[in-house]
Structure formats: C-alpha cells, structure tokens
C-alpha cells in the first residue's frame, strides 16, 4: 500500500492512540489536583513517574495541563483522516496548516523530551505514548504533502525570479524525494535517537 492509500489509516490510528494517551493524562492529572499524594498506576518507579511530571511547570506549560491540547489537536486530526478516507479533500492551504500544526506539535514534543530528561528527570509512560505517534504523523502528513504536491512554489511571480523559484523547488522536490524513499529509516532513527538519549542519561539506573 502507497503512502498516499495508507495516510488516512496512519492519521486516524496514531490519533486514536494519541487522544486515548492524553485523556488519560488529563484524568491522571485531575487526581493529582485533587490529590497530590494520590500513588497513581503510571508511577512504575523513580525514573518512569506521571506524577513527577505532572507537578512541574512544564506540564502546564500555558497555564493549563498540556494533555488538553492532545485531546483537541488529536481529536482534529482523526476528523482529518476520516474525511480523507471517505473521499473529501481539501485545499492546499488546510493541508499546509495541518502540515503547519504536526509540525508545532513535534517541535513541542522535542521541548518537553528534552525537559523531562535533562530537567525534570523523569519520564511519564504516557506522555511517551504521545511522543511516539506524534512523530510519524509529523513525517507522513509531511510526505503526503509533498506527493500531493502541496510544497510546490506556484509561478506567479515576475520572470525576473523564475529562475530562483525553478531553483529553490528542484532544491525542495530533491529533499523530500529523499524523505519519501527513505520515510521508514528516518523514522527508525527517530525513535533509536530519542532511546540512545534517554539509556545515556540515565545510565546509572540502567547500567548501574
């Protein structure tokens, strides 16, 4: 199966993991509000703790608990990918904001992974969950993008920038070629980075 068939099935599962992951977190950290004594079930150990995470400022980094933005921005991609699948499309500049939107989301999971390791020192189990869909989504709404030919640069320029815009697109077309051939490698990397990182930092508890 195609990128392009398999995107709607990609956008709605990864957002149906993602909407499930932040709910909880949103409950989880209504118990803490409620409780902050409360030993909830996701507190495995020192280093695997919500409720380490979920006390910080980081955790509500715009004056409210960060799972709430998972809840509405999931929620909207899954409305996405129903209505891929069931045929409707949308115009360049929705997909480009959605593009635009995935792309927020994982600068924000890189933020918070870098909080919550070399910061807070803890992870929490669900907030991983998060991190986990959001990065394909991220990199498949992206070459979907591309193969739908949403990044080209339209030609209504004066003839005095044709030849920089012929440039700079043969430019864009090679870079997400690259990423269209290679989309599972990148993503492999991704998540052997983020997992590099976390066993480096906490070697001792690893390792001893």
């Known amino acids: 199966m195609t990128i392009q068939k ?18 909880i977190l949103t409950v989880d950290t209504i118990e803490i509000i409620k409780n902050p004594a409360v030993n909830l079930p996701c507190n495995i150990n020192p280093f695997i ?48 904001l959605v593009n635009l939107g995935t792309l927020a989301a994982i600068i924000f999971v890189i933020w918070f992974f870098y909080e919550s390791v070399y910061k807070i020192g803890s992870l929490c189990i669900y907030c991983m969950i998060v991190w986990t869909v ?9 070459i979907w993008n591309f193969k739908e030919n949403h990044f080209s640069i339209e030609s209504t320029a004066k003839k005095s920038f044709l030849f920089l815009k012929v440039k700079h697109q043969k430019a ?35 390792f001893g």
């Open 6 to 23: 398999s995107f709607p099935y990609i956008l709605m599962v990864g957002s149906i993991i993602g909407l499930l992951a932040s709910f």
């Open 49 to 96: 703790s919500c409720t380490s995470v979920a006390g910080t400022w980081q955790s509500q980094i715009f004056g409210f608990p960060n799972p709430l933005l998972g809840i509405v921005a999931f929620s909207m991609l899954f409305a996405i990918g129903v209505m891929l699948l069931s045929g409707g499309l949308s115009k360049k500049p929705l997909w480009l």
């Open 134 to 142: 959001t990065w394909p989504l991220f990199l498949y709404t992206t």
């Open 172 to 206: 864009i077309d090679l870079f997400f070629h690259f990423v269209s051939r290679n989309h599972a490698q990148i993503l492999v990397v991704g998540y052997l980075t983020a997992i590099l990182l976390i066993l480096f930092h906490f070697r001792t508890f690893f």
